[in-house]
């Protein structure tokens, strides 16, 4: 009955992200459509959602301090974005009895595999010398990590440079919902598993889990591995939904907003992660349309402020509740009888 359950879970929210995907283009969907602007912001909240929830089982279940997620999102998305720029046309012309979708879609999955790849490759380099540092040491590593990749990138003339980089656009809607509900199935799949509460216990106490046999080493980058290898797959679908690469998408301050979805959401939470992506994404839209207030002959324009009172929401969010919205829990506990059991 689970599998029944999950099947028809998956077919309903495959027709649900078909359906916005349709509404997106020219056409519409029956009549019904949705302009470029929200077009974009639900794109960038299924790349967030990968984003947060990739970042959730090292931060969030495994208890690691990472602050180089931008890092692996730009290793993913200018691998797969040269690949595409040199070879993608070459691969659609041969492709071509398929139909362009066909051939279109092949090339981008092609992309998203190369991407996967190189982000774990370099998650795994990353992780097998820095993972037995702890805290604040291993956000210092991780941070660094980001930084060089970027301004290694920044001098590589065959991807752009400094000017950037334009990439094709073969991703749209459709295989970004997709790719964000694969990315939460695999995760809470592993979070669910032996793997994952050994990655659970290391959060909760590492001595302890080393006491008990668990090697805390490898499993710490077998999760490091997966986390950066999902953050590639979001900088793919970045890179082939935008078009256009710059090394300014994947400064610091991007690594720290992905944090911020998972510790308002709260670390440890997959539906918090999920929760988290949303706010941090819509909240700042949504802050455009306060309206001005006129006190005299003073116009605030609280609209120009929305930064600010973006920042102040989140400290206040932080001050009530330190853990998270959700803290640990997902929202299906909130729908469980009370003291009863599943």
């Known amino acids: ?33 949705i302009d470029d602007y929200y077009s974009r912001l639900l ?11 990739s970042l959730n089982l090292i931060n969030g279940f495994t208890g690691q301090f990472s602050i180089g997620h931008a890092g692996f999102m730009a290793v993913g998305a200018y691998s797969s974005a040269y690949f595409t720029v040199n070879y993608g046309k070459a691969i659609e012309s041969s492709l071509a009895f398929g139909g362009e979708t ?30 037995r540092l702890k805290g604040d040491y291993l956000a210092i590593v991780t941070l660094g990590f980001a930084e060089i990749i970027r301004i290694v990138i920044l001098n590589i003339d065959s991807v752009g440079g400094a000017t950037g980089y334009q990439v094709g656009g073969y991703a749209n809607f459709f295989w970004v919902g997709i790719l964000a509900v694969i990315t939460i199935v695999i995760i809470h799949n592993i979070v669910k598993s032996d793997a994952g509460r050994a990655l659970v216990s290391i959060r909760e106490d590492e001595l302890a889990a080393e006491a008990m046999g668990v090697n805390t080493t490898r499993y710490k980058v077998i999760s490091f591995v997966i986390g950066s290898g999902f953050a590639g797959v979001a900088g793919v679908l970045f890179a082939h ?30 539906t918090g992660a999920i929760l988290g992506a949303i706010i941090v994404t819509l909240l700042p839209e949504m802050l455009r349309y306060l309206p001005d207030i006129q006190i005299g002959a003073t116009t605030f ?7 600010v009172i973006f920042a102040l929401i989140l400290i206040l969010t932080m001050i009530l509740r330190p853990q998270g919205i959700l803290g640990t829990k997902e929202i299906t506990d909130f729908f469980k009888r009370k003291g009863g059991l599943r």
Request: no cysteine; net charge positive; charged share 5%.
């Open 241 to 270: 939904y935008n078009r256009f690469l710059s090394t300014n998408d994947f400064q610091f301050i991007k690594s720290f907003e992905i944090i911020i979805m998972i510790v308002i959401g709260g670390m440890g939470s997959m």
């Open 301 to 307: 324009k609280f609209a120009d402020l929305r930064l």
């Open 1 to 33: 009955m689970n599998w029944v359950k999950s099947i028809g879970i998956s077919i309903i929210l495959i027709a649900l992200i078909y359906v916005i995907n349709s509404a997106m283009s020219s056409a519409g969907f029956f009549g019904f459509g």
């Open 102 to 131: 066909i051939a279109s879609g092949i090339v981008l999955l092609i992309a998203i595999l190369i991407g996967l790849i190189f982000s774990a490759i370099a998650g795994l380099l990353v992780g097998i010398p820095s993972l």
């Open 43 to 53: 794109v960038f909240i299924a790349i967030n959602i990968i984003l947060a929830t």
